[in-house]
């Protein structure tokens, strides 16, 4: 068995897996399922953890993209994505992209993967999720967010109830979710993606709260989630610390700068 290789990233593993086959899932997300020899060492139950694409370069062989990573090579666009399915029996990692028109490295390989392509994969980082322990739940994502955020739905309990807004580009993005009965999944449209919305926060102040504090999952562009981060924190007075809120992109920005911002901001 060929051993993974090892990023100097926090010495988190870096397999080298390959495209089983892809198919387009919704008019703007494609569906690449990855399997290989590397991923027979990757943990079990990872749904909704994140991972890092290492994306090859143009004309690179495989034998060269393991020894460019072996050696620390930087040269090889990385990008964040999430597991979204990982079925250990089949040797199988579903992976979704978000895909239009002039994206970046990782959309334009998604689209253009073929079987036998490659790609590396560092990780997985931790599980997204909410507190488990909450009497019910809520839920607020963006395409960008919909893989994660679907799988942590899948992840709860199977009485859990509650609601889960997922905002997309058109009807057409409705996808299929084994999400537990107890919970109302609303597809609210906003096809202007790059232009700020306002729909899940107006959603949330439209919902009738019980008395308990919901298990909170809220993930997407920074301006929505920053303004929901607000309503949640400081009007509704839940814990930060029992909530997952996160930015997962910022509009005018590409993922490097808007982890530099991040980064920055934290500082």
Sequence with gaps: MMKPTITPNRGRATRVLEVKHTRRLTPTMQRVTLTGTDLETFPAGQESAHIKLIIPLPHQTQAEFRSALENGSKLEPRRTYTVRHHRVDANEMDVDFVVHEGGGPACNWALAARAGDFIGVAGPGPKKKPDHGAL??????????????????????????????????????????????????????????????????????????????????????????????????????LDKRAAYISAYWKIGLVEDQHQAMKRAEAA
Excluded: C
């Design 136 to 237: 019910w739940f809520l839920f607020g994502a963006d395409m960008a967010a919909l893989p994660a955020a679907a799988a942590a739905l899948e992840d709860l309990p199977h009485d859990a109830v509650g609601h889960a807004i997922f905002e997309i580009t058109s009807d057409d993005d409705i996808q299929p979710v084994n999400a537990p009965k107890g919970m109302q999944i609303h597809w609210l449209v906003h096809n202007e993606p790059h232009q700020s919305s306002s729909q899940q926060i107006e959603f949330f102040r439209s919902l009738d709260w019980p008395d308990a504090s919901p298990g909170i999952f809220v993930a997407g562009e920074s301006g929505a989630v920053i303004a929901l981060r607000k309503y949640l924190i400081e009007e509704k007075g």
